[in-house]
């Protein structure tokens, strides 16, 4: 079993939708969550970060976590094509050490 | 906010040849640096943890002596790639960690072309 599970997709949804991308983890000593985006042939950069369980919004993005079911989770609302990326989910037992990565959900957002 | 800068983006070289990837960290001091190998369509796989004025450490099944890593300064780690070969053809990021901000700041990544 992996130590962060993510579907890879790929997710297609209309411009205006709600997204909810998903992780989950079996390593209960990850207290350090992240989400981040890719663009093709890029290098991923941070959208959120989150210490242990709860929610965290910044704009039209909310991310979840749920420590007691090992699952996080990265809501997107009102989802623009700009957001068309991977999205990987990151996690670590502390802060900026030995972190793992999910295998990214390849998200498509259409006009 | 923290920068990585990581040169060149792209490159195209000869089966048996060296290639060096530079990752520069330019508005903060990265004690350590990552890099990462990343296949189509795959997540980011953790090649190696550099650590300024020591070896870098190597996670299982990479070899160290094909991917040489020096972090000589504060702000810069290179990724060597010796005697490439085709199956070494790949997109290659680093990453450093910044004490002031949260999470890790990516280079822009290197596609390797070995023909």
């Known amino acids: 079993q992996k130590e962060v599970e993510q579907d890879p997709g790929p997710l297609s949804v209309p411009e205006g939708a709600i997204v909810s991308l998903n992780c989950t983890y079996s390593?209960?000593?990850?207290?350090?969550f992240m989400w981040y985006r890719q663009y093709s042939r890029k290098g991923p950069e941070l959208l959120m970060y989150t210490y242990s369980s709860g929610n965290k919004e910044d704009g039209r993005f909310t991310a979840q976590v749920d420590k007691s079911s090992k699952y996080i989770s990265l809501f997107i609302r009102d989802s623009q094509p700009s957001d068309s990326a991977t999205y990987l989910c990151?996690?670590?037992?502390?802060?900026?050490?030995?972190?793992?990565f999910g295998a990214g959900t390849r998200l498509t957002v259409k006009p | 906010g923290a920068v990585v800068s990581q040169h060149p983006s792209r490159v195209i070289c000869k089966s048996g040849t060296s290639v060096k990837i530079e990752c520069r960290s330019l508005?903060?001091?990265?004690?350590?640096m990552f890099w990462y190998r990343q296949f189509p369509k795959q997540s980011l796989m953790l090649m190696a943890t550099s650590n300024e004025g020591s070896k870098a450490t190597y996670e299982q099944g990479v070899e160290k002596d094909k991917f040489l890593i020096n972090h000589a300064s504060l702000t810069l780690s290179t990724l060597t790639v010796t005697s490439a070969h085709p199956e070494d053809s790949s997109f290659y990021i680093c990453?450093?960690?910044?004490?002031?901000?949260?999470?890790?700041?990516f280079g822009s990544g290197t596609r390797l072309t070995v023909v």
């Open positions: 390593n209960s000593a990850f207290q350090y």
């Open positions: 990151a996690m670590s037992k502390m802060d900026n050490n030995d972190m793992r």
């Open positions: 990453s450093a960690s910044d004490t002031g901000n949260y999470g890790y700041t």
């Open positions: 508005d903060f001091q990265a004690t350590t």
